[in-house]
């Protein structure tokens, strides 16, 4: 079965099957050795936390989260970093936010910064949504990298996840009770990486077939 992610980066395409819609750098987060699974995610970002839980983590030295609701967004932000945590209103309007991950550069602007997964650069944004207790909750991790980076990724996801369960010769899949990653082709020569929460997968979609707000 197939599902169809909406809401990617203007600077990037859409998104893929059965899992759409998608962190990157440092560590795999720690697991209880009691946990009957591992959850997925990674470093300082993991499906399901909440915005709150997202702000309070560690990212690098001199790194900040900015989402597209912040009041605060600093002023040094240009129109295409500003548009890697920008949404069309309609996805606004049924609870959605994007959000990055941002660093001064030489100037002292605020830009939107490429993350290292398995040893190479990847393009970095979170999607979360509003849930029904009015809180704002990470739906979906997405990252971006060159094609030939697909080997390396996909062995660190299977040391840390274990084997995909299905694989082709550019992607990977896995799935678990609560969640799912996918590493699919992008055009002209790259690949997405998603990890997505279930059940806010879920809720995104039937608000988008819905209309519904919040």
């Known amino acids: ?70 009041k605060d967004l600093p002023a040094s932000l240009s129109d295409r970093d500003r548009g890697v945590i920008t949404m069309d209103p309609d996805l606004v309007r049924i609870g959605l936010t994007r959000c990055g991950v941002f660093a001064k550069d030489e100037s002292g602007a605020w830009t939107a910064r490429l993350l290292e997964l398995a040893g190479n650069p990847a393009n970095f944004w979170m999607l979360l949504i509003t849930d029904e207790a009015g809180r704002q909750r990470l739906a979906q991790i997405n990252m971006r990298q060159r094609r030939e980076s697909f080997a390396t990724t996909l062995a660190v996801f299977t040391q840390s996840f274990g084997p995909p369960t299905r694989q082709d010769p550019l992607s990977a899949h896995w799935v678990n009770s609560s969640g799912e990653i996918a590493i699919v082709p992008s055009e002209p020569a790259g690949i997405y990486i998603f990890i997505v929460d279930n059940l806010l997968y879920e809720l995104m979609t039937a608000r988008m077939g819905a209309g519904k707000g919040k």
Do not use: N, Q
Request: aromatic share 6%.
């Open 1 to 70: 079965m197939t599902r169809v992610v909406a809401a990617a980066a203007p600077w990037h395409s859409r998104r893929m099957t059965r899992i759409l819609a998608a962190g990157a750098l440092l560590i795999m987060l720690a697991v209880s050795a009691a946990a009957a699974e591992i959850p997925y995610g990674f470093a300082f970002a993991r499906p399901g936390m909440t915005i709150d839980e997202l702000r309070a983590a560690k990212l690098p030295a001199g790194h900040r989260l900015l989402c597209g609701g912040d």
